[in-house]
T-cell receptor, first 113, second 112 residues
Framework: DTEVTQTPKHLVMGMTNKKSLKCEQH?????MYWYKQKAKKPPELMFV???????INESVPSRFSPECPNSSLLNLHLHALQPEDSALYLC????????????FGPGTRLTVT | QKEVEQNSGPLSVPEGAIASLNCTYS??????FFWYRQYSGKSPELIMS????GDKEDGRFTAQLNKASQYVSLLIRDSQPSDSATYLC????????????FGTGTRLQVTL
């Protein structure tokens, strides 16, 4: 059983749509992450939350808007995306901010048409 | 620019053999290293963490760290077809807490 869950598994959206990706972790971790992974490339860090506060934004375009309602939940709100934003979006968690040992969820495969 | 370098492969080994995966890193201050296994179309799965020089064993997996040489390796004993995947090496970025620097991954193929 995966302890980091993500919904939906797959998402197809048009460039004018607004959608959200959801992540939940069941490990009692205090840091949560969003990554983007393109085919045959390693994951790229987008955002890091620590105790529900945004700690790192890796210069991500504003069409991606993260939200952390509590220490177990992480959302990524999507608006006006481009086809090049199509990728696997991964959520991860670690015990605390500064802890590099991260556990990934199964990901959401996003296609922007 | 902090880097983790891996041979992209594919590395092909016969079933039952030892697979040896290697990576080098440029961030001399990094203290934490990780191996992730990623099956095609799936997410990365953490299989080994190593923080100290030397070897760390977990079942069929052994991670090795040599900080003086800035070298990390993963040995998989008695390789199985189910081990066929891409293996990502990652190191902790000392300049940014919680940020991992990933290598581009080595694709392993275990043949029957």
């Amino acid at each position: 059983d995966t302890e980091v869950t993500q919904t939906p598994k797959h998402l197809v959206m048009g460039m004018t749509n607004k959608k959200s990706l959801k992540c939940e972790q069941h490990m009692g971790h205090r840091a949560m992450y969003w990554y983007k992974q393109k085919a045959k490339k390693p994951p790229e860090l987008m955002f890091v939350y620590s105790y529900e506060k945004l700690s790192i934004n890796e210069s991500v375009p504003s069409r991606f808007s993260p939200e952390c309602p509590n220490s177990s939940l992480l959302n990524l709100h999507l608006h006006a995306l481009q086809p090049e934003d199509s990728a696997l979006y991964l959520c991860a968690s670690s015990q605390a901010y500064g802890d590099y040992e991260q556990y990934f969820g199964p990901g959401t495969r996003l296609t922007v048409t | 620019q902090k880097e983790v370098e891996q041979n992209s492969g594919p590395l092909s080994v016969p079933e039952g053999a030892i697979a040896s995966l290697n990576c080098t890193y440029s961030d001399r201050g990094s203290q934490s290293f990780f191996w992730y296994r990623q099956y095609s179309g799936k997410s990365p799965e953490l299989i080994m963490s190593i923080y100290s020089n030397g070897d760390k064993e977990d079942g069929r997996f052994t991670a090795q760290l040599n900080k003086a040489s800035q070298y990390v390796s993963l040995l998989i004993r008695d390789s199985q077809p189910s081990d066929s995947a891409t293996y990502l090496c990652a190191g902790g970025d000392t300049g940014t807490a919680s940020k991992l620097t990933f290598g581009t991954g080595t694709r392993l193929q275990v043949t029957l």
